[in-house]
Each structure stands twice: as structure tokens, then as C-alpha cells.
């Protein structure tokens, strides 16, 4: 693909922006490649988590503003919400979990694709924030709203209003990153954690994750309700799990 690659390692499958000259921006043509990455990694039954990142030390730059000033994709008001978003994946609900491994700068509509992702591996000289508010162009790709579910509505407006840039330790206290990294190691800390997940016993974690999600859209009862409903059909997998521990695994902490 001209502007993403994908790689696979055993259980993870790590898609990649790889547009040096724009610093990773994303292009409709793009847009599009990194939808069919991620769907290809959904319908694959042997892949059980995704990294997403960007190539030539930079996550994404937001949208190509050239590709928009010349006007290459026209998005009129009426235009449905079914669909690819304009950044590509970000209306697509997955199943399995996506870490993104943020290097370099993340704005705009970088950081909705990086919002767009389960967790978030921050190199220590990152910077995030939503940068298109200095050029009039919204955000359409889901960020103002996961950035208020993800860090609250104080921290989500002082992001989208003022389109400051936010570092590594500040996304980290604000809940925007889930780990800080040095320079040149958050792919390989996302892999490390993507491998991680897919060696936990399945069912339990994708129920738990997708009850999780679900919740925001609920009433507490129903959401309780449907996380039980979740939990009863994975629970076969913790009985299993309950018989490893009897018999001696994860004793004392342990967690390998």
C-alpha cells in the first residue's frame, strides 16, 4: 500500500503510517488503506491485537491540508455518518484490542486516530493536541468525543478550544497517555503490550473490554446488567482459569 504497511509478529499485527514527506498525514487515498488494515486485522481469527503507529518518527500530522485545500474528498453537510470516517478507521468498532505507539507529534487528526485506539504508548519528546483549531477545520473523526470520555470535559475543552500543545508527563497525568517512553521505544513497548493481551485468556478480556465501551452508552442498571450477561458467557474460560490457580499458577503475584 502506497501509504501504510502492515507487519505481523504471531498474535500482533502492527499497521503503519508511512508517508515521510508529510510527516504521516493522511490523505484520502491513505484514509482509506488504513480502514481496510485494520479491518483485514479484525477478520483475521489468529490476530488478537493491534499496534498502530507511525513510521520515520512521527504518529501523524492530522490530515493532509493539501490534499483538503485541493479539495480531494468533499464531505457535504448531509453526508451520512455510515461509512469510513475521514481519517479512515475511526468509526469502525473492533473487537480486539489497538495500542498506539505515539512518536513525534500526534495532532489534529493524528490524535483522533490515536484517541481511536485502546491505550496509548507516549515517547518522552511527543507532543499532542489539536492542532487544526489554528486552521478552521474540525474535528470529525470522533475527537471531541472521545477526548471528553477519555480525560473529562474540563480537560477535552481546554484541548479542543485553545489547540495548545499538550507533552508527554501532562498527557499522562491527564489520562491521555497510559505510558511514557524514551525516544525511538514506543513501538516496541506497544508490541510488548499487545503480545501481552493476546496471551490472556480471550473471552474474559474481549467481554470485559467490550462492556467497558458499552457502559457510556447505558444507564448504570443496564450497563451492569449487560456486564453480567457479558461475564456469564466467558465464565467458563475463568473456571479453567480458577483450576490453574488451585493448582498452584500465579500464586504470590506472579503475572507471566
Not at 29 to 36: F, G, V
Not at 136 to 165: E, F, M, N
Amino acid at each position: 500500500m502506497a501509504g501504510t504497511r502492515t507487519e505481523r509478529a504471531g498474535p500482533v499485527t502492527t499497521v503503519l503510517l508511512d508517508r515521510r514527506e508529510v510527516r504521516n498525514a493522511v490523505d484520502p487515498a491513505t484514509a482509506a488503506e488504513l480502514a481496510q488494515a485494520f479491518r483485514a486485522f479484525e477478520a483475521d481469527d489468529e490476530a488478537r491485537a493491534a499496534v498502530f503507529c507511525g513510521d520515520h518518527g512521527t504518529f501523524c500530522a492530522g490530515a493532509d491540508l493539501e490534499a483538503v485545500a485541493r479539495r480531494e474528498r468533499e464531505l457535504p453537510p448531509d453526508a451520512p455518518y455510515e461509512g469510513d470516517g475521514p481519517m479512515g478507521p475511526t468509526r469502525l468498532v473492533l473487537s480486539k484490542p489497538v495500542v498506539a505507539a505515539i512518536a513525534g507529534h500526534a495532532v489534529a487528526g493524528g490524535l483522533e486516530l490515536a484517541l481511536w485506539c485502546d491505550l496509548r504508548v507516549v515517547e518522552e519528546d511527543a507532543v499532542l493536541g489539536v492542532f487544526n483549531r489554528r486552521f478552521g477545520v474540525p474535528l470529525i473523526d470522533g475527537g471531541t468525543v472521545r477526548l471528553a470520555r477519555l480525560i473529562g470535559l474540563s480537560h477535552a475543552l481546554d484541548l479542543i478550544l485553545t489547540g495548545r500543545p499538550v507533552n508527554a508527563e501532562e498527557a499522562l497525568v491527564m489520562g491521555l497517555a497510559n505510558r511514557i517512553v524514551g525516544k525511538g521505544e514506543a513501538r516496541a513497548e506497544a508490541e510488548r503490550i499487545a503480545l501481552e493481551l493476546s496471551r490472556f485468556p480471550q473471552r474474559g478480556l474481549l467481554a470485559d473490554r467490550a462492556s467497558a465501551y458499552r457502559s457510556f452508552d447505558l444507564p448504570f442498571d443496564a450497563a451492569m446488567s449487560a456486564e453480567f450477561r457479558a461475564g456469564i458467557d466467558a465464565l467458563e474460560e475463568g473456571v479453567e482459569g480458577a483450576r490453574r490457580f488451585v493448582a498452584g499458577e500465579g500464586r504470590g503475584g506472579r503475572f507471566a
